[in-house]
Each structure stands twice: as structure tokens, then as C-alpha cells.
């Protein structure tokens, strides 16, 4: 499966933004999904992950109360909503999509090595 992430950009603190997930090749709806980011220099870090049916949502502490997950699986896509955007959000944002069995997933839902489709990675800057 293809995916292409969309919808970066560059926004004040305190701003919204909403990131969308395209895949293309494979219906995503197979595939358990998650966004993660990162800052030249630094290490990849996990944001959030869903499940292949929507059902079940997981977030990093740090963007817990102010970026949702979400997904569209007749549309292909899955998004996340940005709220409340502080300058340490700055981050070069990836999708990316793995099919785990449910009980892997709770291990596994945070682990970027665990995932093998990977998007292009879309950039938001947020300005202080």
C-alpha cells in the first residue's frame, strides 16, 4: 500500500491544523494505522494510532487532549486533527500502516520499527 500524507503547514501557537493520510494500492481498512514525527536530528517519535476499524485510539502523552485521530476507511484515509499547536509540535509528520492482530497491537501500536508502509512525511511548523 501507497500512503501520501497532506495538510502541513505553518501555523501560530494556539492553531489548528488537520493532517490526512491517503492510501492508494490496498484498501486501509486492512491495516491499523499510526502518525508519527520528527525533528531533524532527533529520533522518530509516536503520536497516535487507531485500529483498522476506528474503534480504538492510543496517544502520546504529550499531544493527549489536543490531536485526534480519526479515519474515513470508504475514503482511504485516515487524519489528524491538530489543536492548540505549541512550537515543540514542530515536526516533519509521517503516516504509517501495519496489520496487526489485536492483542500485538497494544505492544506493538507505539513501535515504529513494528510498522513497514511508511508515508512521505508532511511538515508543520508552528511559530511562537
Known amino acids: 500500500v501507497q500512503l501520501q500524507a497532506s495538510g502541513g503547514g505553518l501555523v501560530q501557537a494556539g492553531g489548528s491544523l488537520t493532517l490526512s493520510c491517503v492510501a492508494s494500492?490496498?484498501?486501509?481498512?486492512?491495516?491499523?494505522m499510526a502518525w508519527f514525527r520528527q525533528v531533524s536530528g532527533k529520533e522518530r517519535e509516536f503520536v497516535a494510532a487507531?485500529?483498522?476499524?476506528?474503534?480504538?485510539?492510543y496517544y502520546a502523552d504529550s499531544v493527549k487532549g489536543r490531536f485526534t485521530i480519526s479515519r474515513k476507511n470508504l475514503k482511504n484515509t485516515v487524519y489528524l486533527q491538530l489543536n492548540s499547536l505549541k512550537p515543540e509540535d514542530t515536526a516533519v509528520y509521517y503516516c504509517?500502516?501495519?496489520?496487526?492482530?489485536?492483542?500485538?497491537?497494544?505492544?506493538?501500536?507505539?513501535?515504529?520499527?513494528?510498522?513497514?508502509?511508511w508515508g512521505q512525511g508532511t511538515q508543520v511548523t508552528v511559530s511562537s
Open positions: 487507531i485500529v483498522k476499524s476506528g474503534g480504538v485510539t
Open positions: 494500492g490496498r484498501s486501509l481498512s486492512n491495516y491499523d
Open positions: 504509517a500502516a501495519a496489520a496487526f492482530i489485536r492483542s500485538v497491537w497494544f505492544d506493538a501500536r507505539a513501535d515504529g520499527s513494528k510498522y513497514y508502509y
